[in-house]
């Protein structure tokens, strides 16, 4: 993921904004990490480099 994209996604939950936190980066590009909403605090996570923006009741648990 690019953190550019941060201009423009928003939770998807309340629509609040997100807040980046990279645990591996390749570049300037976050392979790993996730992102965490400033208003309802749900967190999402980044894996290889693709965020997982489903509500956490929509995210499968397998």
Known sequence: MKPDLLEIL???VCRGT???SARRTE???IVE????CAA????YPI???IPDLLPPD???EA
Do not use: I
């Open 10 to 12: 928003r939770c998807p």
């Open 18 to 20: 997100l807040a980046l």
């Open 27 to 29: 570049g300037t590009e």
């Open 33 to 36: 990490g996730s992102l965490r």
């Open 40 to 43: 309802c605090g749900v967190e």
């Open 47 to 49: 894996d290889d480099g």
């Open 58 to 60: 929509e995210r499968d």
